[in-house]
């Protein structure tokens, strides 16, 4: 059964520091990884999404990668800043169109 | 506009009542799940469908009905429901290689 862990569960840091978010899975079968960004009482907003075959994905400030070998991926986010503050989850799929598989999440504060 | 949209945002039933959680989406993505997230527990899958008229168990399915005879709509029904439904409920879909998107979730409160 896939289990997905994300390290740590808090993280607070000053802005404009750089900061990597971590997430491992048990089983390295998989079909895709997604980052997710949750605002308070909102729905999650896709990030990045990593097929199995890529190493890595960006989008402006972040940086996903992927190592399927040693179950683990790193959400890189350069630069953060206070609207950065929200919950972060990673999700891992198994199959084309397959359910995900969520971590429980980082929830990173970004102070002024 | 394009997007998923879930009704209602809110809702307060009574122990025992049937309740019915409506999903939409405009973008007739193949993929539509139902997933709950509860503290302590995470997001855990309800149901999911891969195509009208097909539809499957997800982790948590017990309690709970879903239909789907239109692409674009998938109603989650709790036929009989019991405080431990108290959620935040989240509809989601996607296309074979597309990411996941959700709507903005009902708070169902159970009394």
């Known amino acids: 059964k896939q289990e997905v862990t994300q390290i740590p569960a808090a993280l607070s840091v000053p802005e404009g520091e750089n900061l990597v978010l971590n997430c491992s899975f048990t089983?390295?079968?998989?079909?895709?990884l997604q980052w997710f960004r949750q605002d308070p009482g909102k729905g999650l907003t896709s990030l990045l999404l990593?097929?199995?075959?890529?190493r890595e994905q960006t989008s402006g400030r972040l940086n996903a990668s992927l190592d399927k070998s040693s179950g683990r991926s790193t959400l890189y986010i350069a630069a953060s800043q206070p609207g950065d503050s929200a919950t972060y989850l990673c999700?891992?799929?198994?199959?084309?169109?397959?359910?995900?598989?969520f971590g429980q999440g980082t929830e990173l504060s970004v102070k002024p | 506009d394009a997007g998923i949209t879930q009704s209602p945002r809110y809702k307060i039933t009574e122990t025992g009542r049937q309740v019915t959680l409506m999903c939409h989406q405009t973008?007739?993505?193949?993929?539509m799940f139902w997933y709950r997230q509860d503290l302590g527990h995470g997001l855990r899958l309800i149901y999911y469908?891969?195509?009208?008229?097909?539809?499957d168990k997800g982790e948590v399915p017990d309690g709970y009905v879903v239909s789907r005879s239109k692409t674009e709509n998938f109603p989650l029904t709790l036929e009989s429901a019991t405080r431990s439904q108290t959620s935040v409920y989240f509809c989601?879909?996607?296309?074979?290689?597309?990411?996941?998107?959700f709507g903005n979730g009902t708070r169902l409160t159970v009394t």
């Open positions: 999700a891992v799929g198994g199959w084309v169109g397959g359910k995900l598989i």
């Open positions: 990593i097929q199995s075959s890529q």
């Open positions: 469908s891969a195509a009208a008229d097909i539809t």
């Open positions: 973008w007739s993505h193949s993929y």
């Open positions: 989601a879909s996607s296309d074979s290689n597309s990411p996941l998107h």
């Open positions: 089983d390295s079968a998989i079909y895709n």
